[in-house]
């Protein structure tokens, strides 16, 4: 019994937890549209057996459905109007609201969606609903915040997860130097693992996707963010460990 959180790049995060796998945002392929991956894309053993996919909108640094389709027959969880676009494609949404779903009949693990405040880019084609994660098995509980300003109710989320945060998942970054409203970066991030309360904390959304041509302009801007997140978090939160990984790395959660 145990959690491992593997970060695949951007808001790609496997999560096996206590005998199942899921998949949150998946990005699988190489490149994503205009966006470009900076590394390899993810090798197939870091995501193969998922038992579901934790989708946390569809913005589509999140969404994509190739990588969708590679996963399989599988539930991807997620807000109603988000699932409804999903099955649209052929796949298999799953709508959530705030109820706690078991992911495998076998297994003690369960995953809710929780809140997440991200409405600054809308869509025409696709629902503009977002939210962040909890999954939980006896190891603990592990929060993604999906994309999100920092909202009031933060601090509830152990209380919704009826236990404390072992993990939190959070981004603090974006795929360009300049980070558009509704996202955390590092300091942020910091206050919101405060918020909380979590003992460990994985920085992504951040040192992986840019635009064509723009990976080093301003210089350094692409490795940034995990360390300048580890920082943030020793001032504001000195309790709380950080895992800075690269992609494909993975950490044990003690
Ligand atoms: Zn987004
Ligand atoms: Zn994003």
Known sequence: MSIVVTWLGHAT?????DGVRLVADPLLRRHNGPLRRRWAS???????????????????????????????????????ENAAWVSGKGLRGQGLHEEWVQVDETKDVFVRLVPAVHHSRPMPHRPNAANGHLAKGPSGVVWLAGDTELYAGMEELPEMAG?????????????????????????EAAVACRLAGARLAVPVHWGTLHAPGGRTLPRGWMDAGGPLFQAAVAREVPECEVAVLLPGGSVRVP
Not at 49 to 75: F, I, K, M, T, W
Not at 166 to 172: G, H, I, L, N
């Open 13 to 17: 995060v496997v999560v096996d937890i």
């Open 42 to 80: 993810p090798s197939r053993a870091a995501w193969t057996g998922a038992r579901a996919v934790l989708l946390s909108h569809l913005h589509h640094d999140h969404a994509e459905v190739s990588s969708l389709r590679l996963l399989g027959d599988v539930p991807v969880l997620t807000a109603a």
């Open 163 to 187: 236990a404390p945060i072992d993990v939190a998942v959070v981004p603090v970054g974006g795929w360009g130097p300049r980070l558009s409203p509704g996202h955390l970066g590092p300091q």
